[in-house]
């Protein structure tokens, strides 16, 4: 809630890390932060591009639990977009101030993290944050460039209010290569549509593991914080990667189903099990409505909510 409520001059990249690195419990916790030339060097373009307006620099921050495997139990993966301008496609002045918020992603990713890092855990678990500003300059990346991300795949670029989708790219498919995890779960104020499609009453929850879904929903009802299943039909994922110039574009073909083709956008971007055809299980959800402010939070009248700290806490945990 700390992290969300800070205004963007406060919370940026480069003090998102400082500020996280001073309240983790580092005994327990393997760390690791990237900066702008580290990024470049690894290939993370879908982030980097989304970056490039602005003059505070991106960060990545990757958590482990200390002395695990290189397989891990569970992987979070968090939106950290610090302020959201939209970019070259900028959004309308009113409501902008509330852009802080839009790392909360990132924020509930280091908030489980920390809490489990403080428990005795008999599963490993590891977590990565992307960090930046979307912001509109001369160097902003524009509509219509084509990023290669750090699958290999090409992006079209045909909104840059798009860009958490290309931020959490990068995320999801370079953690979960690496690490080769049990299931992943990332956390993103992704769209708009959602808060048209369930209001400020519940996230948006998609997965490819019915499992996985039926598991996050019940954790959820149990927390009085509700993740609605959602659909991911073969239909937006063929909307989404119906481009004439590259393999994938960052916005569907219409206004309609805008959560559910940014969920399939996200898709893309899961590995397979090694040696296999099947998809690590992997679930998203969408907390645009119901990371700031909603009406019906049992726990606050206003501000950052901290949305499914609890159910995460209690999806691991079963407390």
């Known amino acids: 809630k700390e992290l969300v ?8 990249p480069n003090s998102f890390v400082k500020r996280t690195l001073t309240q983790l419990n580092k005994k327990n916790l393997k760390i690791k932060t990237l900066n702008k030339e580290n990024i470049k060097k690894i290939g993370l373009n879908c982030l980097l591009a989304v970056s490039q307006g602005s003059k505070r620099e991106p960060a990545v921050m990757e958590f482990s639990k200390k002395n695990s495997t290189k397989n891990v139990d569970i992987l979070f993966v968090g939106k950290g977009v610090c302020f959201d301008s939209g970019g070259i496609s900028i959004k309308p002045s009113g409501g902008m101030e509330d852009m802080k ?24 678990y590891a977590g990565i944050v992307g960090l930046v500003e979307n912001m509109p300059s001369g160097s902003a990346y524009k509509p219509g460039d084509i990023i290669k991300s750090y699958k290999g795949i090409n992006v079209e ?6 860009e958490g989708r290309l931020v959490l790219s990068d995320g999801l ?3 979960g290569t690496k690490l080769n995890p049990s299931y992943i779960i990332d956390l993103a104020t992704l769209t708009g549509a959602c808060v048209v499609a369930l209001g400020h009453e519940a996230s948006g929850l998609w997965s490819n593991d019915d499992d996985l879904r039926n598991k996050i929903k019940e954790a959820g009802e149990h927390c009085g914080e509700i993740a609605w299943p959602m659909p991911l039909f073969k239909a937006f994922e063929k909307e989404m990667t119906d481009s004439k110039i590259a393999d994938v574009r960052n916005l569907g073909a219409g206004r309609w189903g805008g959560s559910n083709t940014a969920a399939a956008f996200l898709k893309q971007f899961i590995p397979n099990k090694p040696g296999t055809e099947e998809q690590i299980p992997w679930a998203h ?8 402010g909603a009406k019906t939070n049992k726990m606050l009248k206003n501000g950052a909510t901290g949305i499914h700290v609890r159910t995460l806490h209690h999806l691991i945990t079963g407390q």
């Open 157 to 162: 670029v045909l909104n840059t209010d798009a």
């Open 101 to 124: 918020w839009d790392m909360a992603g990132s924020a509930v990713t280091v908030s489980i993290i920390k809490y489990l890092s403080e428990i005795k855990t008999n599963f490993s």
């Open 285 to 292: 959800l969408d907390i645009a409505g119901t990371a700031w």
């Open 173 to 175: 498919w370079y953690t």
């Open 5 to 12: 409520t800070e205004p963007s001059n406060i919370i940026y």
